[in-house]
């Protein structure tokens, strides 16, 4: 079974980072791709950050680009997304999530596995 477990959300200030993970297990990740998406209350559910597992190709949102990085340690299963430069747009719950068919899809519907999500709030 898999499970996706977050952590590294906060409270931080416009400007500030944060370092999100996630610890992927379950199942060997090698052929999968693995994601982030965020949703702040009212609005549909965001694509932030996608990475494959093998060979690390690595995809982003547009709102993200250049802000935000998605990154994979093999060694400990986990997948990473470090947020520099902070907006208080940012502010979201953000959820890992994999899918084993696809190349960086980024809509929320092509993925079979989610986390629980970890709360992000940048302050002004």
């Known amino acids: 079974q898999v499970q996706l477990v977050e952590s590294g959300g906060g409270l931080v200030q416009t400007g500030g980072s944060l370092r999100l993970s996630c610890a992927a297990s379950?199942?060997?990740?090698?052929?999968?791709?693995m994601a982030w998406f965020r949703q702040a209350p009212g609005k549909e559910r965001e694509f932030v950050a996608a990475i494959r597992w093998s060979g690390g190709s690595t995809s982003y949102g547009d709102s993200v680009k250049g802000r935000f990085t998605i990154s994979r340690d093999n060694a400990k299963n986990t997948v990473h997304l470090q947020m520099n430069s902070l907006k208080s747009e940012d502010t979201a719950v953000y959820y890992c999530?994999?899918?084993?068919?696809?190349?960086?899809?980024?809509?929320?519907?092509?993925?079979?596995?989610w986390g629980q999500g970890t709360q992000v709030t940048v302050s002004s």
């Open positions: 379950g199942r060997t990740f090698s052929g999968y791709t």
């Open positions: 999530a994999a899918v084993e068919r696809g190349w960086l899809p980024n809509t929320y519907n092509r993925y079979d596995y």
